[in-house]
């Protein structure tokens, strides 16, 4: 079972490393390909577009904004109903035939440029000019670069071609069709990233107490032995040993190669067949984490401590407690519950629970032996993450992080490797999510240095994990920040927190003079039992 639970764990740790990005939904699109020019740099922003059939409110869609014409208002209650009306011609690229006052004309995209039938449209009174994709995606409307007339006086959308051929159904039937536009602003601060930020900071600091607990535990059991020069010491240190995965130099960097492999398939093989893989995938680490939390987690109260320590052996799996088998079945159902209902609004509690858990799991048995194995793995996750995030662009013509992480093309709402909570008092609504890897890489050196402060008893204020913690905190504020200040566009949070926490324990190892035992022996060593008999023996001679 525990080899079993090893092999899986490595398993899990690359397929969590693989998105490492914090986001919250764009509302803005920046373009730096696009051209710029006096009169055409708007940014292009979302706009909702609320419509009123015959006087009874319909359907609400989502436009974009063209790079030109003046900005929307920003608020519902500022923004004018005004009734809709057809071009003719549909593509608006001659004057009008049917006579506008203030109207907004739906017109067909094609036969001449944007800038071409919003001066058309302009002319004619037309009060903002709505134009019809031939496509169900949004398309980004620039100036041309020979165009000199970029002068636009109204408001320019363009609406999928679902949403416009609706429209222009209501409007043949002689329905009287009215709407408003208006771009909202996201506010701030939303409540589910301060949420996030205390999941992400509270999840740390259980796996990091967990951690260095079981490490203590060890290490006066061994005390114990060593007391006793008991021969059971070799059995134990072998049984032991096997709990946990300690990862070298090598496989530091092996894992950020092989989670970059994973990530280009997950980009490439990006569907709805596939993202059922990860769902199964995702609930079996689920089902593994949330069965070890509890059983952790009742073994605490007298009650439960006598099935815990009681085991029954099952072929393959070895031995396995009594208190594991009866919480087994109700972890199976839990993640089955959330698979099958996964696309409820409700659903990211299920998912934030097993991703939890499963995190603190990977942080209980996957660990750093030393400061130089940290550093290695969080430099080559922080050139990760900003390769994947934003130099793929130049090569892919997309973030492939961002990418994966919505789930693109696939029919779903994001891929099951995140923490998400939904963005209760945003009007675009989405949610805020954040990477399992922003949490298990910079976790794996906070537990590391707690570990440390316990066996080489430091208190608190002396010792690293108080401020590697804090160094952790402060990073993902930081990367909230750089967030809302880039309107939500997603940003690599390691990119911000690596500095912080690595740059924070090598500045302190330095200062301290301690850099050199953290970056080559890491934890304090214990000595050997047969060591210290033979010192016993020559201290007696």
């Not at 079972?1 to 490595?10: E, P, Q, R, S």
């Not at 039937?173 to 506010?187: C, D, E």
Request: a negative charge; charged letters at 15%.
């Amino acid at each position: 079972m525990a080899l079993l639970g090893a092999i899986y764990t490595v398993m899990s740790y690359v397929f969590l490393l693989a998105v490492t990005l914090v986001l919250a939904g764009d509302i803005v699109h920046h373009d730096d390909v696009a051209p710029t020019r006096p009169g055409c740099e708007n940014n292009f922003v979302l706009v909702k577009v609320p419509t009123w059939i015959d006087g009874v409110e319909n359907s609400e869609y989502v436009g974009v904004g063209a790079r030109f014409g003046p900005t929307l208002e920003s608020k519902e209650k500022h923004a004018n109903l005004s009734r809709v009306v057809m071009a003719d011609p549909p593509d608006c690229c001659s004057t009008p035939k049917n006579k506008l006052t203030s109207e907004i004309i739906l017109v067909h995209r094609g036969n001449c440029s944007f800038t071409d039938k919003a001066n058309i449209a302009d002319d004619a009174g037309a009060s903002a000019i709505l134009i019809i994709n031939y496509r169900t995606e949004l398309f980004k409307m620039v100036c041309e670069e020979n165009e000199t007339d970029v002068d636009i006086r109204i408001p320019v959308v363009m609406l999928p071609q679902d949403a416009g051929l609706n429209l222009e159904k209501h409007i043949k039937n002689n329905s009287i069709v009215s709407m408003q536009l208006y771009s909202p602003l996201r506010p701030l601060v939303d409540v589910a990233e301060v949420f996030l930020w205390l999941m992400a900071v509270g999840t740390i600091l259980c796996a990091s107490y967990w951690s260095a607990w079981t490490a203590r535990e060890a290490a006066i059991e061994q005390e114990k032995l060593l007391k006793d020069a008991s021969d059971e010491y070799v059995n134990t240190e072998n049984v032991g040993s096997s709990g946990y995965v300690e990862i070298s130099t090598a496989s530091a960097i092996l894992f950020v190669v092989i989670a970059s492999c994973f990530l280009v398939m997950l980009y490439k093989l990006m569907s709805y067949w596939f993202v059922e893989v990860l769902v199964v995938l995702f609930c079996v680490g689920g089902v593994e984490g949330l069965q070890t939390c509890l059983v952790a987690l009742l073994s605490c109260f007298r009650w439960f401590q006598h099935p815990a320590q009681t085991f029954v052996k099952i072929p393959f799996f070895g031995a396995v407690s009594y208190l594991t088998l009866a919480l087994t079945p109700f972890c199976i159902v839990f993640a089955v519950v959330w698979a099958v209902y996964r696309r409820a609004s409700c659903a990211w509690i299920g998912q934030d629970i097993l991703g939890i858990t499963l995190i603190i799991t990977v942080l209980q048995i996957v660990r750093i032996p030393n400061l130089k194995v940290g550093t290695v793995l969080l430099s080559c996750a922080f050139l990760y993450d900003i390769f994947w995030v934003f130099v793929s662009k130049w090569w892919f013509h997309e973030s492939v992080m961002i990418v994966v992480a919505r789930g693109d093309k696939s029919g779903e709402d994001g891929i099951p490797m995140l923490l998400k909570i939904p963005r209760l008092f945003d009007p675009w609504g989405g949610y805020s999510i954040i990477g399992f890897g922003d949490i298990i890489l910079p976790g794996l050196l906070v537990a590391f240095s707690l570990r440390y402060d316990w066996l080489a008893k430091k208190n608190l204020r002396a010792g690293y994990f108080l401020w590697a913690m804090a160094a952790y905190g402060l990073g993902l504020l930081v990367t909230y920040v750089a967030l809302n200040l880039m309107d939500g566009h997603g940003q690599p949070a390691l990119l911000y927190i690596v500095p912080f926490t690595l740059g924070t324990f090598l500045s302190l190892g330095k200062k301290r003079g301690e850099l050199k035992i953290l970056w080559t022996r890491g934890e304090p060593e214990r000595p050997c039992p047969h060591i210290q008999e033979d010192n016993q023996s020559i201290n007696h001679h």
